[in-house]
């Protein structure tokens, strides 16, 4: 990761740490950072050039986040996720979003659910933009956003943590082929349809993007190997400059 070197982020210590993440975050997604590989917070701080107080504090954010672990006296291994995790992740938010889904379209009042509508918007802006920082932070927002409609927060915490353990996977090589996009397109779909009040399609609705999003995982995952680890470093700079 010597392309990174130098880059700018100066700022104070806070804002220096979330960037540091934010930044790991892309290298995460576009495949700089390798599942399994353990990565020192000495060594990623030169590619940075700073200190390595601020990246050992962003490797710790990410740790709470399911996204490496700690290894002693070596740095952070990036975590890896299997088929059968990706699975079961997708069964318990299946269990989870689909009848809640259900009960918000017939409890949620109109302008609970059109203040959605800007979310799913961004959504697919950044599909199409293939910004994927951006799909995944406005991804999350609309799915939190659209539980918390249910009042029960220990829910949308749960379905949060399931989403930081999965939400990396393939999204370079999904990019690549213009497959997020029909997928983003579901969020729309989705909000039209608890807009209309047909809590039963609403429900199916959901059931069949978290299948989707299940699929993709699978090709994604596989083609990750090729052309897409390459090119999403560009992504990865770029957040950097932030």
């Avoid at 104070?12 to 790991?24: G, K, N, S, Y």
């Avoid at 504090?57 to 490496?68: F, I, T």
């Avoid at 975590?79 to 979003?97: F, G, K, N, P, S």
Wanted: hydrophobic content about 40%.
């Amino acid at each position: 990761m010597g392309h990174l070197k130098q880059r700018n982020l100066g700022a104070t210590r806070e804002r220096l740490r979330d960037q540091v993440a934010h930044a790991l975050r892309a290298a995460l997604i576009s495949g700089e950072l390798h599942p399994g590989q353990v990565y020192s917070a000495p060594a990623l701080a030169e590619d940075f050039g700073i200190s390595a107080t601020p990246v050992r504090e962003a490797m710790l954010d990410l740790a709470r986040e399911g996204l490496v672990e700690p290894v002693r006296n070596k740095g952070f291994r990036v975590t890896e996720v299997d088929e059968r995790d990706l699975d079961q992740y997708t069964e318990i938010r299946a269990l989870i979003e689909v009848p809640t889904v259900g009960r918000v379209t017939c409890s949620a009042s109109r302008e609970e659910l059109q203040a959605l509508r800007p979310v799913a918007d961004e959504i697919v802006r950044a599909a199409r933009d293939h910004d994927l920082i951006g799909y995944l932070e406005a991804d999350r927002c609309f799915h939190l956003s659209l539980l918390a409609l249910s009042g029960n927060d220990r829910l949308v915490e749960t379905v949060g943590d399931l989403r930081k353990r999965s939400r990396l996977y393939g999204l370079t090589a999904l990019d690549e082929r213009g497959e997020l996009i029909p997928s983003a397109e579901e969020h729309i779909e989705l909000l039209d349809l608890m807009l209309a009040g047909d809590a039963k399609a609403a429900e199916k609705c959901m059931a069949r993007h978290l299948g989707h999003v299940r699929s993709l995982w699978a090709r994604g995952e596989g083609a990750e190997g090729s052309g897409g680890r390459h090119s999403g470093q560009g992504k990865a700079r770029r957040a950097l400059k932030d």
